[in-house]
């Protein structure tokens, strides 16, 4: 069974602070998504990520892949309120079925 | 273009007693995939199909639960009877298949089971 461990698991910060939440298993994928999913939504699609190493930038948001693509990290730069939400992290092993890491819960206060 | 449609949104049923959810996949998105969200947790998958056949259901507790997707289109879930844990956000999602991966979900129905 392919996990994804993310962490940490809840995250509290201020207004225009800079935080990075980690995504990590001890498996290979073939590619790997980062969701953001607000209360009472369903999950976002922010990025996909593809090529060992890969590094993709949405606006504030850093995305990056791991060499062996067993890991990511999601990096936010100068965070505000609207990034409030649940990160969801989701490995894709070939077959289309995502495997969903636990996900961070951040809470960026004014 | 609309996105994946679910309904209801909430639902509030006794133990042992039957529900179903609905959903609408994006138009021209063949595959349709049902996920239960337990609260605190991440998704967690319980049936994918291609079109109208499936193509995962290892996690489906099917001595309760059931799904189909008779025309290849919208999708029921159904749980039968209900138990306390089945408590949860059961989440569709669609694909364009061989598109690639990206998944894009609907809103959820909100599962109260007491």
């Known amino acids: 069974t392919q996990l994804l461990e993310q962490s940490p698991q809840f995250l509290s910060i201020q207004e225009g602070e800079n935080l990075t939440v980690y995504c990590n298993s001890s498996?290979?994928?073939?590619?790997l998504q980062w969701y953001r999913q607000e209360p009472g939504e369903g999950p976002v699609l922010l990025v996909t990520v593809v090529t060992g190493g890969e590094v993709k930038k949405l606006k504030r948001l850093t995305f990056q892949f791991g060499d062996a693509r067993k890991d990511s990290s999601l990096h936010i730069t100068a965070a505000q309120p609207g990034d409030t939400g649940l990160y969801l992290c989701a490995g894709d092993n070939a077959g289309n079925m995502l495997t969903f890491g636990g996900g961070t819960r951040l809470m960026v206060k004014p | 273009e609309a996105g994946v449609a679910q309904s209801p949104r909430y639902k509030i049923i006794e133990k042992r007693q039957s529900v179903a959810f609905w959903c609408n996949p994006i138009s021209g998105h063949a595959t349709l995939y049902w996920y239960q969200q337990i609260l605190g947790q991440g998704p967690k998958l319980l049936i994918q199909f291609q079109n109208n056949g499936v193509v995962d259901d290892s996690q489906l507790p099917k001595d309760r639960f059931s799904a189909e997707r008779l025309k290849g289109v919208d999708s029921t879930l159904k749980i039968q009877p209900a138990k306390l844990e089945d408590s949860a956000v059961y989440l569709c999602?669609?694909?364009?298949?061989?598109?690639?991966?990206?998944?894009?979900f609907g809103p959820g129905t909100r599962l109260t089971v007491t």
């Open positions: 498996s290979v994928f073939s590619s």
């Open positions: 999602a669609s694909s364009l298949n061989p598109g690639g991966p990206e998944q894009y």
